[in-house]
C-alpha cells in the first residue's frame, strides 16, 4: 500500500484538467476547514464546495469493487472503515456550511467537471457578496 498515491491519481488529474478546462479555478488537496483533519481533491473557497475523487476498490463502489480473494476480512474492514470514514466528512464538512460532491473514479472526467461547474454557478448565485475576498 506503500505504492498508492494518496493525491494526483491519474482520475484525478483528468478531473482537475477537465474543471481547468471550463474556466474552474481551484485549490488542490487541501483542508477545506482547518479542525476537521481531511483533504477534499479539489476545493472552492469562496463557494465553499468540497469535491472528492472515490477510487473505486479504496471506497467500494457498488460497480465494480470487487472482494478480495485473499486476506479478505482485512480487506472488508477497511473498505467499511474508508466508507465510515467518507460519510463522517461529509457531515463533517456539511455541518460547516460545506457542500460536498463526490465522484467514482469511472465516472467520465467531463460529466463530473461540468456537474461541478453547475454548483459553483449555483453556489455564487446564492450568495454572491455574502463573504470577502481574501
Not at 487541501?30 to 481533491?41: C, E, K, M, Q, S
Not at 485473499?70 to 467499511?80: A, F, G, M, Q
Request: charged residues 35%; hydrophobic residues 35%.
Amino acid at each position: 500500500m506503500l505504492g498508492c498515491r494518496s493525491r494526483d491519481t491519474r482520475p484525478e488529474i483528468r478531473l482537475r484538467s477537465a474543471a481547468h478546462s471550463l474556466g474552474l479555478r481551484f485549490r488542490v488537496c487541501i483542508r477545506p476547514v482547518r479542525n476537521v483533519r481531511r483533504t477534499a481533491d479539489l476545493v472552492f473557497t469562496r463557494q465553499r464546495l468540497a469535491v472528492f475523487m472515490d477510487g473505486c476498490f479504496w471506497h467500494g463502489c457498488s460497480e465494480h469493487y470487487v472482494e478480495p480473494k485473499t486476506n479478505t476480512r482485512y480487506w472488508v474492514n477497511k473498505i467499511s472503515t474508508n466508507q465510515r470514514r467518507d460519510r463522517d466528512t461529509d457531515a463533517k464538512l456539511e455541518a460547516e456550511g460545506w457542500r460536498v460532491l463526490r465522484f467514482w473514479e469511472h465516472e467520465d472526467p467531463q460529466e463530473a467537471a461540468k456537474t461541478i461547474q453547475d454548483e459553483v454557478i449555483r453556489l455564487r448565485q446564492l450568495a454572491p457578496f455574502s463573504r470577502s475576498r481574501n
